[in-house]
């Protein structure tokens, strides 16, 4: 979720949904120790005992390969107050993965133990160290040998997104691998994939025998889908969902990300189309404007119509 669930979407979502946990966009390390402000661009929460506005605890997510340089950066953000440390085994985008980085590391168990190891014996015991993986990277064959060394690395919890990386995002998601590794560990194990509904969460969370599952796309594609799985809220309509767009707007534009407003907010309709038929037809005019004035215009006349 690089560049879409940042501090100000976290902000917006966790006011209307009873989130137990955000994580941050991935940190990424290589040979360093990262300084502050890194932290503090990416969570800018820590300012805030690491929570957002509403209360919701935000763990800081790193992504690298190097063991030592993890637990060093993992150090840190527990120091600047990360409510535990998240570890991203599970990025397919080509870049991070020609870098080392991310779901190119699940063909190599024996790195990933080395890596949650080192940052469990870095953190202290009080911390949640957890992890995010995919079934693989080219195939489904390690899914389970990958789950157990992290989990005999000292994770607290994994969380699963039930597809490979070359199965991208492509429906279905196979949540019959996670309920495999929810038999294998003793840890809670948290399901992730294709969850876009309150229907889609029961049943992910019947087959795999999970209490917890995590959202990405979903959580953007209808603003409250955690309200309806947790509380069985009504979903959004398509004027709360444009109200909220707004107020999205209204931050955005006073905040240090402003000149990258046009490209956000269409990325966000990207998401929102599968859910709102409305959002395909206002998406179809959003396209062709290219200053904030003309897309907030647009904005504004949907949502008094």
């Not at 991203?88 to 168990?109: D, E, M």
């Not at 009080?126 to 005999?152: C, M, P, S, W």
């Not at 969850?195 to 796309?217: E, Y």
């Not at 959580?219 to 999205?248: F, G």
Request: charged residues 20%; aromatic residues 8%; glycine residues 6%.
């Amino acid at each position: 979720m690089e560049g879409v669930v940042d501090d100000l979407m976290r902000e917006i979502l966790s006011a209307i949904n009873p989130y137990d946990l955000m994580v941050t966009e991935f940190i990424r390390v290589v040979n360093q120790k990262l300084p502050n402000r890194v932290f503090y661009r990416l969570c800018p929460e820590l300012f805030n005992e690491g929570k957002t506005l509403s209360g919701t605890p935000v763990r800081v997510q790193l992504l690298g390969q190097h063991p030592q340089w993890m637990a060093e950066n993992a150090i840190k953000a527990i120091e600047l107050g990360s409510h535990g440390i998240d570890v991203n085994f599970g990025c397919p985008a080509k870049i991070v993965n020609r870098n080392k980085g991310g779901a190119v590391l699940l063909q190599y168990p024996e790195q990933l133990y080395q890596i949650i190891k080192a940052i469990r014996q870095a953190v202290p015991q009080t911390h949640a160290v957890t992890a995010k993986i995919r079934l693989g990277f080219e195939d489904k064959t390690l899914f389970l040998e990958n789950a157990q060394a992290i989990y005999e690395a000292g994770a607290t919890e994994i969380a699963v997104h039930a597809r490979s990386k070359v199965d991208g995002y492509k429906p279905p998601a196979y949540w019959e691998y996670i309920t495999q590794i929810k038999q294998a560990l003793p840890i809670p194990v948290i399901a992730n994939g294709e969850i876009w509904n309150r229907s889609d969460a029961l049943k992910c969370m019947q087959l795999t025998h999970c209490n917890d599952i995590m959202v990405g796309r979903g959580a953007i594609a209808l603003p409250n889908l955690a309200a309806c799985i947790k509380s069985d809220n009504q979903p959004y309509k398509w004027k709360q969902t444009l109200a909220l767009m707004l107020d999205y707007t209204q931050k955005e534009l006073a905040g240090r990300k402003s000149d990258y407003y046009p490209s956000r907010i269409k990325q966000w309709f990207t998401y929102l189309n599968r859910q709102y038929p409305e959002a395909n037809q206002l998406f179809r005019q959003l396209r062709v404007h290219k200053t904030t004035h003309d897309i907030v215009a647009a904005l504004e006349a949907a949502h008094q119509q």
